[in-house]
């Protein structure tokens, strides 16, 4: 089995963890070191389990601090997946059939001058050692003048291309926060270490009401407070009359916290950090980029059909 359990088995209702997977309407799962494979893209196998769990009824639902704009299109070319939590909760989207266009079912986020503020506050306090980013109606905004040292901050190989071509780049991004013309969704920080990392957060989590997180290595999401990838997803399936007794999150990282602690069953990936293992109910076997996500919805599939 690609699942191992780390709790006893009374603490599930009375029902084996067995039982419990095969109860299973809707999986949420985070993208970055989980869905996605070390490439940052959703591999053949995990797009086939995908399209089986569909049919199956088990509902795919990423729930990512990624926009709309950086979603990967081996994810978004994937039919099955009719829905995305993105901003860690702030937006939720539809995708339609000919996967050109979303809409926002839910938008939330900073008003546009609280933004600007919140923007300018960082640049002029840590200007050098940090690389600021701004979501605003599915696009990431960066400054030109900091996505030029993009090297020097301690960001994974891969996510360079990545973070160059998904930004929009500006001259000013306190002037662009501030004529936003939607909620900003989720400002984004890059540091230059760990150590930078954590003494942000210290500050930022003392000074102010924020909900932060992470989902890379060295970087801090930053949302208005009450906002988080359970409280998007627990709207959408409300939105959808699915039952939150019948949800399975599954993630590895400070950001999928909340999701692993307080759905039906949270599942951590195998390369999942400390904090996110200590939230789950059970962990995988096989990592991301062992196409953890597939092993685990194929065994629910089984699962399921041998319990009808």
């Given at each position: 089995?690609?699942?191992?359990?780390?709790?006893?088995?009374?603490?599930?209702?009375?029902?084996?963890?067995?039982?419990?997977?095969?109860?299973?309407?809707?999986?949420?799962?985070?993208?970055?070191?989980?869905?996605?494979?070390?490439?940052?893209?959703?591999?053949?196998?995990?797009?086939?389990?995908i399209r089986?769990?569909?049919?199956?009824?088990?509902?795919?639902?990423?729930?990512?601090?990624?926009?709309?704009?950086?979603?990967?299109?081996?994810?978004?070319?994937?039919?099955?997946?009719?829905?995305?939590?993105?901003?860690?909760?702030?937006?939720?989207?539809?995708?339609?059939?000919?996967?050109?266009?979303?809409?926002?079912?839910?938008?939330?986020?900073?008003?546009?001058?609280?933004?600007?503020?919140?923007?300018?506050?960082?640049i002029h306090?840590?200007?050098?050692?940090?690389?600021?980013?701004?979501?605003?109606?599915?696009?990431?905004?960066?400054?030109?003048?900091?996505?030029?040292?993009?090297?020097?901050?301690?960001?994974?190989?891969?996510?360079?291309?990545?973070?160059?071509?998904?930004?929009?780049?500006?001259?000013?991004?306190?002037?662009?926060?501030?004529?936003?013309?939607?909620?900003?969704?989720?400002?984004?920080?890059?540091?230059?270490?760990?150590?930078?990392?954590?003494?942000?957060?210290?500050?930022?989590?003392?000074?102010?009401?924020?909900?932060?997180?992470?989902s890379l290595?060295?970087?801090?999401?930053?949302?208005?407070?009450?906002?988080?990838?359970?409280?998007?997803?627990?709207?959408?399936?409300?939105?959808?009359?699915?039952?939150?007794?019948?949800?399975?999150?599954?993630?590895?990282?400070?950001?999928?916290?909340?999701?692993?602690?307080?759905?039906?069953?949270?599942?951590?990936?195998?390369?999942?950090?400390?904090?996110?293992?200590?939230?789950?109910?059970?962990?995988?076997?096989?990592?991301?980029?062992?196409?953890?996500?597939?092993?685990?919805?194929?065994?629910?599939?089984?699962?399921?059909?041998?319990?009808?």
């Open positions: 089995m690609p699942l191992v359990s780390v709790r006893p088995n009374n603490a599930y209702k009375g029902d084996t963890f067995e039982e419990l997977l095969a109860k299973v309407d809707v999986v949420a799962v985070d993208l970055d070191g989980t869905l996605l494979n070390a490439r940052a893209d959703v591999d053949d196998l995990t797009a086939s389990a089986r769990a569909s049919a199956a009824g088990i509902r795919v639902i990423p729930a990512t601090g990624r926009v709309l704009s950086v979603l990967p299109e081996t994810l978004t070319a994937i039919q099955d997946i009719e829905y995305a939590v993105c901003c860690a909760g702030a937006t939720v989207l539809r995708m339609d059939e000919s996967r050109d266009f979303c809409s926002a079912l839910k938008d939330d986020g900073f008003e546009p001058n609280e933004a600007a503020e919140i923007v300018g506050m960082l306090r840590y200007r050098g050692d940090v690389l600021v980013d701004f979501s605003c109606e599915g696009v990431m905004y960066s400054e030109r003048s900091m996505l030029a040292k993009l090297e020097s901050f301690d960001v994974p190989g891969l996510s360079i291309a990545y973070v160059r071509r998904s930004r929009r780049q500006v001259d000013d991004l306190v002037h662009a926060a501030s004529l936003a013309s939607a909620p900003v969704g989720r400002i984004n920080i890059f540091t230059r270490d760990e150590r930078m990392r954590l003494e942000i957060m210290s500050t930022l989590s003392e000074e102010r009401s924020y909900e932060l997180g992470n290595k060295h970087n801090i999401e930053i949302n208005p407070q009450g906002t988080s990838k359970w409280r998007g997803l627990t709207w959408l399936c409300d939105h959808l009359g699915i039952s939150r007794d019948r949800i399975m999150a599954v993630g590895d990282s400070s950001n999928d916290i909340d999701r692993l602690s307080r759905a039906w069953v949270g599942v951590a990936m195998k390369n999942a950090s400390r904090d996110a293992l200590a939230a789950a109910d059970a962990r995988t076997v096989w990592a991301n980029d062992e196409s953890g996500v597939a092993r685990l919805l194929s065994e629910m599939v089984d699962i399921r059909q041998s319990h009808l």
